[in-house]
């Protein structure tokens, strides 16, 4: 019996470890490919919002690392917000980096801008800083005034 026990406690551990493993190989962000050569595209105008081109190229100077794949805007500001609450102030840039990216894809420049100047009341309001201030990797990434296609 207790053979039984301890066979299936094992096969649960090793069902989670292969699981976890799937999801983080399907949960790796990657950059814009081009189909036909499987090589990563430029950042230009036309293919690139400011703000990927900005993230793209923070992670090019090794300023920053590619973060795992996030479904969605909410769930990388929820990970930014748990970084926050446990003092990760650089994880926090990141995700909200991360965040502001999807959203620019997703809804365009001007919603990301809109979400940013959200996020910097925020920060000022909470903890008296703008959002450059508190995050100083956050202005790593994004570069105030900075036009990313020069």
């Known amino acids: 019996m207790a053979m039984k026990s301890t066979l299936r406690s094992h096969l649960i551990l090793l069902t989670l470890l292969v699981a976890g493993i799937r999801i983080t190989e399907t949960a790796m962000a990657t950059p814009a490919n081009n ?3 499987k090589q990563a595209r430029r950042c230009t105008p036309r293919t690139c919002t400011p703000y990927r081109a900005n ?31 446990g003092g990760d102030r650089q994880t926090a840039a990141l995700r909200l980096a991360q965040a502001l990216v999807i959203l620019s894809e997703e809804q365009g420049t001007e919603s990301a801008i809109a979400y940013e100047r959200t996020l ?14 508190a995050l100083p990797l956050f202005g790593r990434i994004f570069p105030q005034n900075s036009n990313p296609f020069r």
């Not at 993230?55 to 926050?84: H, K, T």
């Not at 910097?120 to 201030?133: F, P, Y």
């Open 35 to 37: 189909p036909a050569t």
């Open 55 to 85: 993230f793209e190229r923070a992670i090019a100077n090794g300023i920053i690392s590619r973060p795992g794949r996030v479904p969605g805007v909410e769930q990388a500001i929820a990970l930014a917000d748990r970084a926050m609450t």
């Open 120 to 133: 910097e009341a925020d920060m000022k309001a909470k903890k008296g800083q703008s959002l450059r201030t």
